[in-house]
C-alpha cells in the first residue's frame, strides 16, 4: 500500500521536501467545511525529473486530478466534500528524486512564525541596531579625530617652514656678518714678507 507520512496540513501552508521512489509517498491535509481549493506548488529535481506523477486523491481513493511527466507546477483542486485527501509523489523510473513543493489551502492563513519569535526577533534587531548605532558613533569619532589631527599636521607643517626659513634667514646674516667682519679686520693690514 502506500508509504504515508501522517503531516497534519490542517489549516496551515508548509513547504516540504522528500526523497520519491517508485512507491506513492502520501501526505494528507484536511478539509473541515468542503468546498475549498487545494493548491500544490511543487518541483523535482533529480534523474530522470521529468519521469513522475502528482496525483490528488479522495480517502476512498478516487483520483480527483492526475500530472505526469512534469518537473515543476502546481496542481489546484476543489475538495467538494469534507475528510481526508491525499497528496501523493511518485517516481516513474529508478533514478534519484528530490521533490521541493508546498500546500495552500485557500482561505487558510499560513502561520509561518509565532509571536514569540517575533519577540525574540525584535529583541535581535534591536541589539544589532544598537551595535550599528555604536559603529556609526565610533566611525564619527574616528574621522573627527583624523581631521583634528590633519589640521594639526598642516600647521605643523608650516611651522617647521617658517622655523626653518628664520634659521636660513639667521645663519645667512651671520655669515655676511662674519665675512664683513673678517674682511675689514684683514683689509687694511699688509701680510708681506718684509722683515
Known sequence: MKIMYLICLIYFGHGLSVQITQKPTCFYVKSYTGNTYVTVNYQISGLDENKTEITIESENGDKLVKKQNTKEGALKQLLRD????????????????????????????????????????????????????????????????????????????????WCASAKIGILIIIAITQISVVYYFFKDKDFSARV
Request: charged residues 30%; proline residues 0%.
Open 82 to 161: 469534507k475528510g481526508t485527501y491525499y497528496i501523493c509523489f511518485k517516481s516513474l523510473s529508478k533514478g534519484y528524486k528530490t521533490v521541493s513543493f508546498d500546500f495552500d489551502m485557500e482561505g487558510v492563513d499560513k502561520e509561518y512564525a509565532q509571536s514569540e519569535q517575533f519577540n525574540e526577533m525584535s529583541k535581535e534587531l534591536s541589539r544589532t541596531n544598537r551595535n550599528f548605532q555604536t559603529i556609526y558613533r565610533n566611525q564619527n569619532w574616528i574621522t573627527d579625530r583624523e581631521n583634528a589631527h590633519q589640521i594639526l599636521l598642516e600647521q605643523t607643517q608650516q611651522n617647521v617652514k
